[in-house]
């Protein structure tokens, strides 16, 4: 006779219904040894300010442009912009069915979240927060409603180990003049489930209409649940989905009622999120005592809704704000989760499971490994 199954012990399959994708979890070879690569450790002893860092108040960029002498946030055109400006040149015909080529013009802009070289998210006050969120939202309305612009993406890459190439606390925002390849995923996903007239009523918050929303009914069961989940408050929940693929990922969305977007948020809201960002990003410092690296996203509403225009009757209207929070940390600050071979060839793969994943998270402290440190000496 096989013996009971047991999530933290067998290996087995899990689905993400927002990518239509599978995650093999494989709880038993986080005890492999390893003689891998060692990430060097992130540096946490930076200036408040340095001259020769391109982001600082009053420094010269690359492209020779100087940088005001801002307190807070500041956004300025990246100068090495993955995207250009409209109007783009007509795209070739295709040589063959196979090989077609779809212009995409839009502009990136790089978003500061402090004047000071040696902060990132978690150590930042909750005022401070806000106002990066206010930036987001500004940004995004912005960029949202220029002509041609389909789609706006926030991000944060945070660490020399996801891509950042420089430490200065930022973030970046790409607009887009088609919806990219994840989101427009989601977004069919959550449309489906929207229009599935077999999905059962529940208490959860209900999307635009009336309609079931798949994140309006997966936070409120995961609410009740709590297994995976690392923190909440009044507004939102941020928890290590059922189906992660990065060892120690949150999924943060609002789990009171349905919001389609940043500019929905009323002003309580934005005070508990700026509170409940904090706290994941503590508890990732205090993880494994380092700068925890992580790539960040906000997922919503492709564009904000145009003057006069409600939404409510569009059938594509389904949206429901969401973060996702990817880190590459698997064991220590130095042993960092790569996403090769099976992955690459077959399909996403994780060595701990989620629920195991947020046990840790949740015993971590709130308050920041380095003030704790300081307050010692």
Not at 183 to 208: C, H, I, M
């Amino acid at each position: 006779m096989a013996e009971p199954f047991d999530p933290t012990t067998h290996s087995h399959r899990r689905f993400n219904p927002l990518t239509n994708e599978h995650v093999l979890v494989s709880p038993h070879r986080s005890k492999r040894p390893w003689l891998g690569q060692i990430e060097a450790p992130q540096p946490v002893d930076l200036p408040a300010y340095d001259p020769k860092c391109y982001l600082c108040p009053g420094n010269a960029r690359a492209s020779g442009e100087k940088n005001g002498q801002y307190q807070n946030t500041s956004v300025f055109v990246n100068d090495y912009a993955a995207v250009l400006p409209p109007p783009g040149p007509i795209a070739p015909a295709a040589p063959h069915p196979l090989l077609t080529t779809q212009p995409m013009q839009g502009a990136c802009d790089v978003i500061i979240f402090h004047h000071r070289h040696d902060l990132t998210l978690p150590r930042l006050t909750l005022e401070e927060l806000g106002k990066v969120i206010e930036e987001w939202i500004r940004v995004y309305k912005m960029r949202g409603a220029q002509d041609g612009i389909k789609y706006v993406q926030i991000f944060e890459n945070k660490g020399s180990i996801m891509g950042c190439s420089n430490p200065h606390p930022h973030g970046q925002s790409w607009s887009l003049s088609e919806i990219p390849t994840i989101p427009a995923t989601e977004l069919q996903s959550l449309k489906r489930y929207a229009n599935n007239p077999d999905v059962a009523p529940s208490d959860a918050p209900r999307g635009l209409n009336g309609r079931p929303c798949m994140l309006c009914e997966y936070a409120n069961f995961e609410v009740q649940d709590q297994g995976r989940v690392v923190v909440q408050n009044e507004h939102w929940v941020a928890l290590v989905p059922w189906w992660a693929t990065w060892p120690f990922e949150i999924l943060l969305l609002p789990h009171h009622r349905h919001i389609p977007s940043l500019v929905e948020l009323t002003e309580d809201e934005k005070v508990s999120f700026a509170s409940i960002i904090s706290r994941i990003t503590i508890r990732y410092d205090n993880l494994f005592s380092c700068s925890f690296a992580y790539s960040m996203g906000i997922h919503q509403r492709p564009i904000p809704l145009k003057d006069g225009d409600s939404g409510a009757n569009a059938d594509d209207d389904v949206a429901h704000l969401h973060l996702h929070f990817f880190p590459p940390l698997l064991r220590s600050a130095s042993v960092r989760k790569f996403l090769v071979g099976f992955e690459l060839m077959a399909e996403a793969q994780r060595d701990i499971s989620p629920e195991q994943a947020a046990e840790r998270l949740r015993a971590c402290s709130e308050v920041h490994y380095m003030n704790s440190a300081a307050a010692t000496q």
